[in-house]
Each structure stands twice: as structure tokens, then as C-alpha cells.
């Protein structure tokens, strides 16, 4: 059964307008084409997960996709525009109601942490690990005044970690939206993005904007989402990549991330600091990247050139991808990871390689994706040139004696849902 139910969305925007199961053999370097959407198979196995577990069936399984960000990086803590799509890869949390309060936390890719604690004594700090962010979701749920009660949860997923596909997100979200769901409570979308992200700022600690969360729980299937960071509006932005004969290459440059490892919290002050010096609250408040010069300290300079000209690469490629036209936002993509790599500084050696021979072997455009300092590029490229793309890239590699990078088709998916 597939309950997926019609999101509580916000308004529109102004002028109103892991990947799935990969099929062995396919894989390259651990990633691969994928066997389809979240679907009875991925729901199957997070049921069987829950009952090796808990000895019995789950009441419900949920689902909630990881995300690739198209372009918009670093701008959503600064009340600016994102253009995120939803993967066909994410988390389940398959889930049923307990009489005893407690919280049961179980996750197929971190067999030896389970872990189980009283709902009422969540506090921020009580809880470490992968288990920090479904029980911080549980601490964010209640925090909102919504009563749940004592929960099982087996976590299933097929969303590679530290990939800069938002694993983490999609494991509060697939856990808020469980929870609210099998307690029997209708919560908004918007509201349900809030108190995921909550979950992240102040449960886990990390002081990310709301993109993340918003694309997993509100996109639309064939579509990107451009989210107003600083309104919450929200508009879908036909992105059939398909019907374009085009493909978007995610490309794992195998290096991990973390954004809890301080370089995120850095940047997001660097901004803070620079709209001071500005003599305005946020970065989104400046239009001109004329205005990022009268800054005298050269590095903070640079972090607002960057927010400020990447808001309007947001709303070029939005305009772009309304008028038809996905192959003309390539340039802003490759602009994209020029601003990150020269003004933001948050690109990596793998990253830089990884763009350039995509771009040399025909890829309309290339740049990082995510939170920056390791992870995946994106590379926007003809369907018929993706496999010159992808050598090109294995090969650039290898010359640097690197491991080899990972591919995968990214299909712009739907938002999260009930799966059974
Ligand atoms: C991470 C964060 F979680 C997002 O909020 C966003 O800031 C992104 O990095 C950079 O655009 O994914």
C-alpha cells in the first residue's frame, strides 16, 4: 500500500506563480544505477529489519529521501533561495507504538549502537552518535507540544553517509514524520521541516539553515524546490531531466565530511560577521555584489561575494529551468563552484578535479553539492555524453592515485511519505 499523502504545504513563492537498492553487478565503486524508488522492496526490508529487532511486525514504515542541492549553497542560514530536488535514495523508519515510554532506537548500519532511553528524559547532550539525530527528532516533536508516546523504530537506509546527500536529515525526518504519523497527528509539512531541523540545531548541535530538512519533506516528484529561506514560501520548478535528454551525475569523490567538525559553524559566523559590517541583519538584505567590496577584511569580503551572487544564480537557473531550459543553467552551476572554491572556500582537491573533467570531457556544467569540504559533485551533462563524463572523471583519479569516485543517475523524487 502506498498511503503517500498530499503534503501540507506552505504557500507558493511571490509571483505565485543511496541511492535505491543498487543491482549487484551494477555498482561502481559502490554506487550504481538504481533499481527504482523507495518501494515495497525498500518497505520489506525495513519490516524485516524492525522484526529482527523487536520480534514482530511494524505498525507503519515511512520513508524520507536524501537530497541534492541543484544550486544555492551556504545561502539558506542566510534567509536566501535554495533549489533543492529529492533522491530516490533515503532512510526508513519502520515503527510501532510501546506501552512502556521508552524510545527504541534501532538502525541496520550501525548494528552495534542500538539504543533505548525514556521519551520524557530527552535533552539535548543525552543522547550521541547516529542515535543523536532520531531521538533528537523525538525531543523536537514533544519541545512542539505534539504528545507521542513510547515508540520502536528500526531505521533502514541506502543513502551512503557523509556523501553530502543529507543522510541526516533524512533520518530526522523519516523519524518526525513516523512519529506524528503513527501517534495518529496531521503535522504541516513546513512545521514538520522546523521541527526536524530543530532537531539538528539543538538536539545534535549543528548550526545548519533548513534546506535540507524542506527538500526531504516537500518536494515533488520531476521537480526541484525553490524555497524563499527567508519567507518559507515555496515553489515546485520542473526539472524533467529525461524528457531534456539529459542526465545530473552525482559523483562521490569519496572524501567524508562532517558538519559538525567546526568549518560549517565558521562560515556560517564569517556571514554573520559580514552583514554586521554591512550595517544589515542578513546577507539576503544585499542585492548588489558590488556591495560585498566596501568590506575591508579580505575574507569576509569574499563569504558575502559569495552568498550574494549565489542568491542570484538561484533565481537565473529558476528562471532557466521555468522557460525549458536545463541545459542553459550549466554555466551557473560551474559559477556556483567557482563562488565556492574561490570566495567561500569550502571546495576540496577531489571536488576541484572532479568539476574540471567533467566539464573537459563535456559536461554542461559541474559543482559541488552540499555543505562543502568533502562529499559529491553534481554534473549536469547530455545523456549520450554521461559515459565520457564519468570516464573522465575515473580517470582524473587514478592519475592522482586517488579512490575511485562513485556515480549515480539522480531523478528529482518525491518528498517523504508512508510507504506502508
Ligand atoms: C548543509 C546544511 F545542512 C544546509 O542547511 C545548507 O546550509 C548546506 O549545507 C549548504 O548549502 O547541507
Known amino acids: 500500500m502506498d498511503v503517500r499523502p498530499a503534503h501540507g504545504r506552505g504557500q507558493g513563492i511571490a509571483d505565485e506563480g543511496g541511492w535505491g537498492r543498487v543491482k549487484a553487478g551494477e555498482g561502481e565503486g559502490g554506487w550504481g544505477r538504481v533499481s527504482g524508488a523507495a518501494g515495497p522492496g525498500a518497505a520489506d526490508q525495513a519490516a524485516e529489519f524492525f522484526g529482527e529487532s523487536y520480534g514482530a511486525e511494524p505498525e507503519g514504515v515511512w520513508h524520507a529521501p536524501g537530497r541534492v542541492n541543484l544550486i544555492g549553497e551556504h545561502t539558506d ?60 527528532a523525538a525531543w523536537a516533536v514533544t519541545e512542539a507540544g505534539l504528545p507521542i508516546g513510547g515508540t520502536s523504530i528500526a531505521i533502514d537506509a541506502d543513502l551512503e553517509r557523509g556523501a553530502a546527500l543529507s543522510s541526516s536529515a533524512a533520518l530526522e525526518c523519516a523519524t518526525a514524520l513516523a512519529l506524528t504519523e503513527l501517534h495518529g497527528l ?3 509539512r ?15 548541535g549543528i548550526p545548519t539553515g533548513i534546506m535540507d530538512q524542506s527538500a526531504s519533506l516537500l518536494c515533488q516528484a520531476g521537480h526541484a524546490l525553490l524555497l524563499d529561506c527567508r519567507s518559507g514560501k515555496t515553489r515546485d520548478v520542473p526539472l524533467d531531466l529525461p524528457a531534456a535528454g539529459l542526465v545530473l551525475l552525482v559523483i562521490d569523490t569519496r572524501l ?27 546577507l539576503r538584505d544585499v542585492t548588489d555584489p558590488g556591495a560585498a567590496d566596501s568590506i575591508a577584511d579580505p575574507v569576509l569580503r569574499r563569504r558575502a561575494r559569495h552568498v550574494i551572487t549565489e542568491n542570484s544564480r538561484v533565481l537565473a537557473t529558476v528562471s532557466l529551468l521555468q522557460a525549458g531550459d536545463i541545459a542553459g543553467c550549466g554555466p551557473l552551476l560551474s559559477a556556483s563552484h567557482r563562488s565556492l572554491r574561490d570566495d567561500f572556500e569550502i571546495s576540496w582537491p577531489q571536488a576541484d ?12 556544467g559541474a559543482r559541488m553539492t552540499g555543505g562543502g569540504f568533502g562529499g559529491s559533485i553534481i554534473a549536469l551533462a547530455e545523456a549520450r555524453g554521461s559515459m565520457d563524463v564519468r570516464a573522465s572523471v575515473r580517470d582524473a583519479f587514478a ?8 556515480f549515480l543517475e539522480a531523478l528529482p523524487s518525491a518528498g517523504a511519505w508512508r510507504l506502508r
Not at 592519475?399 to 562513485?406: A, E, K
Open 353 to 364: 578535479t572532479a568539476v574540471d573533467a567533467a566539464v573537459a570531457a563535456g559536461a554542461l
Open 77 to 136: 542560514y542566510n534567509e536566501g533561495f535554495v533549489l533543492p530536488f529529492a533522491l530516490s535514495q533515503g532512510v526508513r523508519a519502520a515503527a510501532s507504538r510501546r506501552e512502556d515510554g521508552m524510545l527504541g532506537l534501532r538502525s541496520r548500519q550501525a548494528p552495534d549502537a542500538p539504543a533505548t532511553m525514556p521519551l520524557r528524559t530527552l535533552a539535548p547532550g543525552s543522547v550521541t552518535g547516529w542515535a543523536a539525530y532520531p531521538a533528537g
Open 399 to 406: 592519475r592522482q592515485g586517488w579512490p575511485g569516485p562513485g
Open 256 to 282: 567524508r565530511h562532517a558538519l559538525s567538525d567546526g568549518r560549517y559553524a565558521a562560515r556560517r559566523r564569517a556571514c554573520e560577521e559580514a552583514a554586521r559590517v554591512l550595517g544589515v541583519r542578513v
Open 190 to 204: 513546513p512545521e514538520l521541516a522546523a521541527i526536524a531541523c530543530r532537531a539538528e540545531n539543538e538536539f545534535a
Open 186 to 188: 496531521s503535522v504541516p
